[in-house]
Every structure is written in structure tokens, then in C-alpha cells.
């Protein structure tokens, strides 16, 4: 990893989020040249999670306690990792997965995205892959030019994924059921931390995604329920 020259928090909206977990500036911005420090790692994850981050949550703080509780849980596990083995950086690796349920407008996304940008400040290194369930099949699907296999791949081995609004389609084809159970059962099987939002229940989990793809997910994930209004609604009135 090469050495990422101090950033301009105004730019990345970090001031309230370091402020918020005890972070100073002056040890982010830290003249360590060392491309291996934590705080390097914090900067050059900050720059990439700005490239994948939609500009509406851009600002996007993860509050929620259980969210919160499953980032320590990561990160420590990271570090634990990277002290066991004398590597240079912690490093995320594998780890339980994390399902948002709740109706539309609750706040699922503002804390996945939120974990993301939590995630980034720490000087723990991931590389991760966001994407909505939709543009993931748009993005796998069979096409000339496109090597869908490769383009899996991508989805199947990132360290950290997050999937928005799984199992939003009505009616699910042959083709997203294959989709859905190849890469959840992959992440399964290796133990790879996964991060999903979806607008259904419990009980709709099972019918919209299938026995097989679900009890994989009540397994490796831990289950957060959002509920309340559209808060979209809220702000649009």
C-alpha cells in the first residue's frame, strides 16, 4: 500500500464522525511514512470508501447500538488476528455478517454506509465491494464483451460486501435465485463478513429468498429490525 498524503476532512464530512469516536485529526493526518500505519491505512481507506459512497450518504454516521457492536466486533477480531500472526497490518479477513430488515425509509442504508465510513477511520485495512441486490444481477448478467464469471468473483471474495435492498424483485427468477445462493453460500462457507439491507420481515425472508439462501443467512448474520415510519416521507413533507 503506498503512503496517501494528509486529507482535508471538510472534503470526506469527517469532522463530526471524529469528533464522535475520540479521533484527532493530527493522528490521522500523522507524517508516519510508513504505508503500513494505521493511520495511512485510515486515509487510504477514506478515499476509496468516498468512491463507493453515494452522495447522499455521504455524511452517513453508523448509531445504531447493534450496528456498532458488530464493527467492534470485526475490528477486534481484526487486530486480534494481526497480533497472533506478527503481520504489519490488521487486516479484515472473515467474520459474522450483519442483516438490516425494516420497512422503507428506516434508516438501514444510512447505517450500512455509515459502518462503511466507520470502518474507513479505524486504520484497519478491508477492501469492499457495495452494491444494490438490482445492479448486481444487471452487473452478472450474461452479455457479449462481459465475463460474468470474473465479474462474480469480484462480489463472491471482497473482504467486506454490502448488498442494499436484497430481495426487493417480486417475482424471482431462475437466474437471481442462482445468483442470491452461489454468492451467500460462498460467504457462508468462508466465513466472510456481509452487510445486507432489506425491506422484508422475517417471515418474507423465506418466500421471497428460498429455505437454502435463508437459513445460510440466519446463521452467519446477526439480525438488526429496524421499524418506525418513512422517514423519507418525513423529510419530503
Known amino acids: 500500500m503506498q503512503w496517501i498524503p494528509p486529507i482535508n476532512p471538510k472534503r470526506y464530512h469527517l469532522e463530526e464522525l471524529l469528533t464522535a469516536r475520540g479521533i484527532s485529526l493530527d493522528w490521522l493526518n500523522s507524517n508516519d511514512l510508513d504505508p503500513h500505519s494505521p493511520a495511512n491505512i485510515a486515509r487510504h481507506s477514506i478515499t476509496k470508501a468516498a468512491d463507493v459512497i453515494p452522495f447522499h450518504y455521504r455524511s452517513a454516521i453508523a448509531d445504531n447500538p447493534e450496528v456498532q457492536a458488530w464493527l467492534t466486533e470485526l475490528i477486534g477480531q481484526a487486530r486480534n488476528d494481526q497480533a497472533s500472526r506478527g503481520a504489519p497490518t490488521a487486516t479484515i479477513t472473515h467474520g459474522r455478517s450483519l442483516l438490516l430488515l425494516g420497512p422503507t425509509g428506516t434508516g438501514k442504508t444510512h447505517q450500512a454506509y455509515g459502518a462503511i465510513r466507520e470502518l474507513a477511520i479505524t486504520g484497519v485495512a478491508a477492501t469492499w465491494v457495495v452494491t444494490t441486490a438490482a ?3 444487471a452487473a ?3 452479455r457479449h464483451g462481459v465475463d460474468s464469471e470474473t ?4 462480489y463472491r471474495n471482497a ?5 442494499d435492498d436484497l430481495g ?3 417475482k424471482p427468477t431462475e437466474f437471481t435465485e442462482e445468483v442470491n445462493f452461489r454468492l451467500i453460500n460462498w460467504r457462508y462457507e468462508h466465513q466472510l463478513p456481509t452487510l445486507i439491507t432489506s425491506n422484508l420481515v422475517r417471515r418474507e425472508i423465506g418466500e421471497r429468498l428460498g429455505d437454502r439462501v435463508t437459513s445460510r443467512l440466519i446463521e452467519m448474520c446477526q439480525v438488526v429490525v429496524f421499524k418506525g415510519a418513512d422517514r423519507r416521507r418525513g423529510e419530503a413533507a
Request: no cysteine; net charge positive; proline share 6%.
Open 159 to 163: 473482504s467486506i460486501l454490502l448488498i
Open 135 to 137: 445492479d448486481m444481477y
Open 140 to 142: 452478472l448478467r450474461p
Open 168 to 170: 426487493a424483485e417480486r
Open 151 to 154: 465479474e462474480f468473483r469480484r
